[in-house]
């Protein structure tokens, strides 16, 4: 067996794993990212590309300022195109309570320099046309946000983290960690043998299979969300349509990133799965999840179906991730997205970088501990999560 002693070993080659491993290599750190598979076969590769600061959380919020400001430079910082559409993102709320969260949300959004509003039924009649508004309240709109090509932003990824230095190894799945006291001191994966000086988990929802090879557990739940493609109609394309989510029926569809006028839709309620290595897409929810999008977007009826895909939504239980030191003194923890990882992650791993690094990280990632979960003291992300959202159980 071939042995290797990066500075940090990274598991898990998603958002996360990375836009990590660039950051820290384009500080000189040796870093190794491993991932079982191939580059696309995560969660990174399969969601739905929204990217929004639309949260309710104040270091979500950071966060995602700071993704988006990666993405929309990406190209004039590295000359790669990531395919990112500024379309917009657009919450529709149906309730007085949903309106309260959302409002509070974009006044936080507002005073940290964030541009989105509240609208009313005519004004989100004209951003979005033929979106059905007899029974909404009120929508926020934020112009800047938008929606990625996934696989080209991984794929960006990848290449600026090799450009800097990293190593990226597909095929080489994590199968054996041992640990000697406080440390972790070895990682097997595929046919090398690691004894790096850091280990980052960034597996996603299988994080917490990655610490039962240690002998213990994270509290993130594997949840399988489905997304499907139709049309376009012949006398209807929905190019450039902003994301809407409908909070009420949890629906939420955008155009298709390709351009050729299709729409992708989904429904925020995701199910209870096992972390299997394939997610196989749930038709059983297809014609509810239709319905759902049909009723807010009756433009959208009569659409043929393409194609659906499916993959795993990482749940905490307060739809927050898992970030920093975990179980043992050299092992950090970035996983637990809770469905929002793409917009999250790229922002928040320059933190991340600077805590693994042992500097004082840019946006104190403190909330995201671990540990908040023992005394229940945590602040749920409140607008749109794996779990839930606003003031909606998950149905
Ligand atoms: C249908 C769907 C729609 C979504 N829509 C959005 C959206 O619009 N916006 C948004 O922000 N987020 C969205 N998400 C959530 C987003 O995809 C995730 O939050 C994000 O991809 C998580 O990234 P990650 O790097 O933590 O995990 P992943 O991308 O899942 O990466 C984890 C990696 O770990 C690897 N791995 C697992 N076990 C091992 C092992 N033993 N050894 C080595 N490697 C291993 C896996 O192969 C995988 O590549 C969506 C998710 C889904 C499923």
């Not at 979500?60 to 993102?89: K, P, W």
């Not at 409002?103 to 959004?109: F, K, N, S, T």
Request: charged share 20%; glycine share 10%.
């Amino acid at each position: 067996m071939t042995k290797h002693s990066p500075d940090v070993l990274i598991i898990g080659a998603g958002i996360a794993g990375l836009s990590i491993a660039y950051e820290l290599a384009q500080t000189g750190v040796e870093v190794t990212v491993v991932d079982r598979r191939e580059l696309y076969a995560g969660s990174s590769a399969l969601n739905a590309g929204g990217m929004r600061c639309q949260f309710s959380h104040e270091t979500n919020i950071l966060c995602a300022i700071g993704s988006l400001e990666r993405v929309t430079r990406f190209h004039d910082d590295f000359g790669l195109d990531v395919n990112f559409r500024q379309a917009g993102y657009v919450f529709v709320c149906s309730t007085a309570e949903q309106e309260t969260t959302l409002r509070q949300a974009v006044e936080l959004q507002n005073r940290m320099g964030v541009d989105t509003r509240i609208v009313q039924t005519d004004e989100i009649s004209r951003i979005v046309p033929g979106l059905h508004t007899d029974d909404v309240c009120c929508a926020s709109w934020g112009p800047g946000d938008g929606y990625v090509d996934p696989r080209a932003l991984l794929q960006g990824f990848a290449a600026i983290g090799r450009r800097t230095g990293a190593t990226i190894l597909e095929h080489h799945p994590v199968t054996s960690i041992t640990a000697s006291g406080s440390r972790v001191t070895s990682v097997v994966a595929g046919d090398i043998e690691f004894t790096p000086a850091v280990v980052v988990n960034a597996c996603g929802a299988w994080a917490p299979r990655i610490a039962q090879l240690y002998g213990s557990n994270l509290p993130i739940t594997p949840r399988r969300s489905s997304l499907w493609v139709v049309g376009p109609k012949p006398d209807v394309s929905f190019d450039g349509l902003p994301q809407i989510i409908d909070i009420e029926s949890r629906s939420f569809f955008h155009g298709d990133i390709d351009g050729t006028g299709a729409l992708v839709f989904g429904i925020g309620a995701a199910d209870l799965v096992e972390d299997t290595p394939d997610t196989p897409c749930n038709w059983d929810r297809f014609e509810d999840a239709r319905r759902r999008m049909e009723h807010r977007f009756p433009l959208a009826a009569g659409a043929e179906i393409d194609r659906g895909w499916a993959g795993l939504i990482e749940a905490t239980e307060d739809d927050n991730p898992i970030v920093g030191w975990t179980h043992f003194t050299n092992l950090y923890t970035a996983a637990g997205f809770s469905g929002h990882g793409m917009c999250v992650a790229p922002g928040l791993a320059l933190s991340a970088a600077a805590e693994i690094r042992g500097s004082t990280p840019e946006i104190s990632l403190d909330v995201f501990r671990l540990d908040r979960f023992d005394g229940g003291q945590f602040e749920r992300e409140s607008i749109y999560g794996a779990t839930g959202n606003v003031n909606a159980e998950n149905r």
